[in-house]
């Protein structure tokens, strides 16, 4: 009886396995469904004293980490302009001061707060600064400290969060991120307040959101990423502008890694190399043998109208030619971990936004695995799901060959737009689950990327309803420069 018993559960596990084998997990956990309400308008108000600076915000502000972009609004006056800032070792009279140049805009029957960004540049690596805002009464301090000289072996750990908005779920996605004392910076993999599902796009959500998220962001860099919600293009009500309000108010340093766009840029911070992408910009397609004008299409050998062929080869759109040029820099000697953001993923398994980065994935993929990106973290599904190392890189449109296959090369995905927003939760999964997908699951989180050595890295996903220290989902990571095993979780 015991032995027949035995056999029984022998084999009930044997099932298992092969089922997670075959397809990865789905998460058996059933979130507690919760309405997706934003918080009330006044939830954070606006600091007291007169004309207070609020809003405030950080970024790397250069390539490698000594230089920081502050951000404020000021709501009645645009003076003064200046931040204040020293050493936190240094006695408080050793003062420097940098300006910003404030501006407004305007958007439908919106006006902005007086909009501002300082750099301060030449800091030391790895010090603790404290800075100062506005004047009087309105006066406020923050602090923030710089990060670790860049260096193949130097431990970073990073906060993962995206499509945030301003719900209740919000508010407890970023209160666990918070409470994580670990995290050093945060890849924001877009979709910030959600201000467009107001009528109008009524930018008041855009600076509710800034004051909400202000005890994070404040104190250290968030590193932006433009997605879908930050377009705010609405011709209907004569606003023509993409990404009108989010570039005003969410400054970045693209110069330094040489692009024409906010929207794409790079920046090294510690061990890693972060590239940012734009899902909603033209990433341009290569027209190396035949191209199309309008409708009507030309062989290679035709140079096309009045002889001019600006369309044919080697001309491509900004970002393409940016990236392009971006990959091979990345020196994984210096920088071993390699990490894209964008926001539309590129392997979603998730009913909702299927198949909606798929141009950009085959247009840039094949670089990818040449140039063994480590991860690449999207939002924009509202769940989590994390992928097997795979790649499609094979196909073309003869040989039929259009299976993710697993490649060692290829980057681990990791969709994380589950940060909680008024649209609610992803959770029309296709199924079968997909071979290329190792976890998934319809919950509201944040994540930790928590780098050790060129080597090693820990990642943990972490859902709004278990405490904070939970980690869902875990994986060791394996740099695929230096240490390209297969990881198991
Ligand atoms: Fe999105």
Redesign the pocket.
Known sequence: MGGAVSMVILLILLLNIAGICNGGVTSDYVRKTEASVDMPIDAFPPPSGYNAPEQVHITQGDHSGRSVIISWVTPLEQYPNLVKYWEAKSPIEHKFKAQSRPTIYKYYNYISGYIHHATINGLKYNTKYFYELGSGTGTRRFWFTTPPEVGPDVPYTFGIMG?LGQTYASNTTFEHYVSNQNGQAVLFV??LSYADHYPFHDNVRWDTWGRFVEKSTAYQPWIWTA???ELDYAPEIGEKIPFKPYMHRYHVPYRASHSTSPLWYSIKRASTYIIVLSSYSAYGIKLSSDFVIGLKFFPAEDKGPNNNNMLVQGKYTPQYEWLQNELPKVNRAETPWLIVLL??PWYNSNGY?YMEGESMRVMFEPWFVDHKVDIVLA??VHSYERSERVSNVQYNITNGLSSPVKNHSAPVYITI?DGGNIEGIANRFIEPQPSYSAYREASFGHAILDIKNRTHAHFTWHRNHDSEPVAADSLWMFNRYWNPQEENN
Do not use: K
């Open positions: 499509d877009g979709d997605g879908n919600h926001h539309s936004h939002g924009h737009g």
